[in-house]
């Protein structure tokens, strides 16, 4: 698979390769996190979330990791297809329940 | 598909014009949002209505008004815009405001400001 230590504005993945998306916080006092997908085009799509009580989350080919200590958020995707290929946003609800957007990954998947 | 749906998809209006962008949910929802997105940034806040009632206004120009006839519907008036104003216009909603709950988008309203 292929990863990024560090954020990154763009990352190229071969298709069926299973990638990783990074994000770092700022606010050690969020409670929620969620990674939005969000293609050309179209509004952002909720893919996951994690309350801060949790340090790893599975949904379907998707899996979200949370490490507190250093404020740091991951998405990995597995066996990236055509379709996961869209901008990726980290988000994380603050004490005063606003939603603060990262800057956004552009994933694309070559064939 | 989003349950968040916007009209118009895309809006042109010249600077002079008064235009309104329309969004309406029927998840029940009792909180809603307006967020602006300018290409290849994320989403900012502009607006928050909770139960009807405006909760946050994150310092927009008087250009912009927001409106929440009723808890189902969110308006965006506009009136006055300059071209830097030309951005994607998202809409959210979200159970209630606050921590831990999920907030879902529309497809937008781009907006073009000539």
Redesign the interface.
Known sequence: GESVGLHLPTLSVQEGDNSIINCAYSNSASDYFIWYKQESGKGPQFIIDIRSNMDKRQGQRVTVLLNKTVKHLSLQIAATQPGDSAVYFCAENTDDYKLSFGAGTTVTVRA | D?E?T?TPKHLVMGMTNKKSLKCEQHMGHRAMYWYKQKA??????MF?YSYEKLS?NESVPSRFSPECPNSSLLNLHLHALQPEDSA?Y?CASSQV????????????SWLTVV
């Not at chain 2, 290849?40 to 806040?45: S, V």
């Not at chain 2, 405001?97 to 937008?108: A, K, L």
């Open positions: 989003t968040v916007q290849k940034k994320p989403p900012e806040l928050v946050i994607l998202l405001q606050g921590v831990e709950n999920t907030i879902y988008f529309g497809e937008g």
